[in-house]
């Protein structure tokens, strides 16, 4: 179980994806911003948070003064709202995947639709009590796999520089760096201090 975690997500046999042995109890589901509301919130609030935080620690080892840093006042609240809100829209092409660990919501991602072939991973986020588990790589390959059923192409993601745990796990689902595309959803102003990769699905 993770500590301080919120309430046992209630499965969805329909969508549920048992990844491993069924010992270590990871389920990835697709995500209902309807029925797993409180879910979905805290972990995205967590991650918007955490990736404050992180900007923050990274500028100032880098002395850098040209990081695209959060504001003063920053509420990652108002991130997570506007992300379930996009999640929720019947209109816009993004599916989200909560993971859970031994019953309790551990992880989530979203895979968002940018172009006629392409789709991107956007806020993976695995609360730090419940890694080195496997969970980010069942969330990764779930939505992946999803982005193959769906027709698309080509998935990609941005990931911040201090990141390296992220890096490993993305190489070693065959993504490959590469330079900005226009697709991405990520703001211009953010791409000098992000990673650009990608997966071609059409092999």
């Excluded at 499965?11 to 995500?31: K, L, Y």
């Excluded at 620690?57 to 006042?73: H, M, R």
């Excluded at 172009?115 to 980010?136: D, F, N, Q, W």
Aim: charged share 25%.
């Amino acid at each position: 179980m993770c500590p301080n975690s919120t309430a046992p997500m209630k499965p969805q046999t329909d969508t549920n994806r048992r990844i491993g042995m069924a010992q270590e109890s990871i389920a990835v589901t697709a995500a209902d911003p309807d029925a797993q509301r409180s879910a979905l919130e805290t972990l995205l609030e967590e991650y918007h948070a955490w990736l404050a935080s992180e900007a923050r620690e990274w500028a100032a080892e880098q002395e850098s003064t040209t990081a695209a840093l959060p504001e003063e006042g920053y509420d990652p609240t108002t991130g997570a709202a506007e992300d379930i809100e996009t999640l929720a829209d019947p209109g816009s092409d993004v599916r989200g995947f909560l993971a859970s660990y031994e019953g309790e919501a551990a992880g989530v991602v979203l895979l968002c639709g940018v172009s006629e072939g392409m789709a991107e991973l956007k806020r993976l986020y695995v609360r730090p009590t419940c890694r080195e588990h496997g969970i980010g790589r069942a969330l990764c390959r779930a939505a992946i796999e999803a982005a193959d059923e769906r027709g698309y192409g080509t998935v990609g993601l941005t990931t911040p520089p201090w990141s390296e745990g992220a890096h490993a796990l993305y190489e070693d689902l065959e993504f490959a760096y590469a330079d900005p595309y226009p697709e991405t959803k990520l703001p211009e102003h953010l791409h000098e201090d992000a990673l650009f990769m990608q997966r071609d699905l059409s092999s």
